[in-house]
């Protein structure tokens, strides 16, 4: 296979900086009047529909059953716990800030390769920058101040770090897992059966009792359809030719770089405040990831 030309690079880099760090912008303006686990739910449906169309046109083969259970659990915890709560969190959390929260991803995913069988023991350095990021945590959530003086909606922050831990658990569990899917197949099954579970957990929710199509801004039809084009089959699309071409310490620099263009886009299309405590938390996380992506030891194998 020939080495993937510079530019080529360049440009795949450049989109999965700016079309991720871009969703967390999408997803703060779609629930705006799009009930949150509706919108998610038939976001991923709908991508996960469109690749898996695309990839059967093109001559794949049918998914065994093996493949459907276990991508439909890999989904369900990446898509209704790891990007679920992110979006019901975002409805009371700006979405810089929720970005810079779920920077500190990579570290719970430190602790669940740990935790997993046969895992790798974090060093004294990968330790030392996990503590750095909760660090950076609890200043940028400053829970011991209101709301409305500087401190983040609680329960949303309690989210957004649930949501990592979901995110790092279907992570793991996807590199162990063994199911023979190619990974665009598997994709497009994550995706249907993890939008599967949100639409469940949307009625749950009462989600479409209150759904009034009337309702919904033009903005956020357009935000939602930039999440399904966009930021499903673009950015996962990217993300996989990266993994094929590029070493993964250096594809997972998205991890710090996401936040930063998040904080940059809600700054200036919302109107998002930037405090010094949200430069100093995010010097901090980011600093912690960074150490996080350098450090850290390639997972031992299941």
Request: with cysteine.
């Amino acid at each position: 296979m020939n080495a993937p030309s510079r530019t080529a690079l360049i440009l795949a880099f450049t989109a999965i900086y700016l079309v991720w760090g871009s969703t967390y912008l999408g997803i703060r303006v779609a629930v705006e009047t799009m009930p949150p686990f509706a919108m998610a739910g038939t976001r991923f449906c709908l991508a996960g529909a469109l690749l898996f169309i695309w990839l059967r046109l093109r001559g794949a083969p049918a998914p065994t059953a093996r493949q459907l259970w276990v991508n439909a659990i890999i989904g369900t915890l990446l898509l209704l716990g790891g990007n679920g709560l992110v979006v019901w969190a975002e409805q009371f959390i700006p979405s810089g800030l929720t970005a810079l929260l779920i920077g500190v991803g990579p570290l719970f995913i430190v602790l669940t390769e740990w935790a997993w069988p046969g895992g790798t023991r974090p060093t004294a350095i990968t330790a030392g920058a996990l503590l750095l990021g909760f660090i950076g945590v609890v200043w940028l959530a400053a829970p011991w101040e209101n709301p409305t003086h500087g401190g983040l909606h609680v329960p949303g922050v309690v989210a957004i770090l649930f949501a990592c831990v979901f995110w790092a658990l279907g992570s793991i569990y996807s590199r162990h897992a063994k199911h023979g899917a190619d990974p665009l197949l598997a994709s497009s099954l994550q995706m249907l059966g993890g939008g599967g579970a949100l639409l469940v957990t949307a009625v749950l929710h009462g989600d479409f009792a209150r759904l009034q199509f009337g309702h919904i801004s033009a903005r956020s039809w357009g935000a939602f359809a930039y999440l399904v084009l966009i930021g499903s089959l673009v950015g996962f699309s990217t993300f996989v030719w990266l993994m094929k071409n590029c070493p993964p310490a250096r594809v997972s620099t998205y991890a710090y770089v996401n936040p930063i263009v998040a904080v940059f886009l809600g700054w200036l299309l919302l109107g998002e405040p930037i405090t010094p405590r949200t430069l100093i938390a995010a010097a901090i996380i980011v600093a912690a990831v960074a150490i996080i992506t350098v450090q850290k030891n390639p997972p031992a194998r299941g």
